[in-house]
């Protein structure tokens, strides 16, 4: 997706969780095709590549958790540690 702020995707992980990569350097559907709305990501499918786009200084990820009815990256009241939330899970960086 892309909007003023940047080129992003988001995810749907659970009920009122999404996962959201932002600053990304080229739409997701341009990146790998099979990234659409209602496909299912696995960990080894590629999601983006970093970029710089919209109000960026540098390449980067910006890369965030958010629950509760948070809809976007400036939900920041939303905005959870999935490491913290989520310890089961296997985060790799």
């Known amino acids: 997706m892309e909007d003023e702020y940047s080129v992003y995707n988001q995810y749907e992980n659970a009920p009122k969780l999404r ?3 932002m600053h990304l350097q080229e739409s997701p559907t341009v990146t790998n095709p099979a990234v ?8 080894s499918m590629l999601v983006g590549k970093v970029g710089t ?3 960026s200084t540098g390449n980067h990820l910006h890369f965030s958790f958010i629950t ?3 809809t976007d990256a400036s939900t920041i009241s ?3 540690n999935p490491m913290i939330s989520y310890p089961n899970m296997n985060f790799t960086y």
């Open 19 to 21: 996962i959201i990569y």
């Open 78 to 80: 939303k905005t959870i």
């Open 68 to 70: 509760d009815g948070g």
């Open 53 to 55: 786009t919209g109000a």
């Open 36 to 43: 659409v709305k209602g496909a299912t990501v696995t960990t």
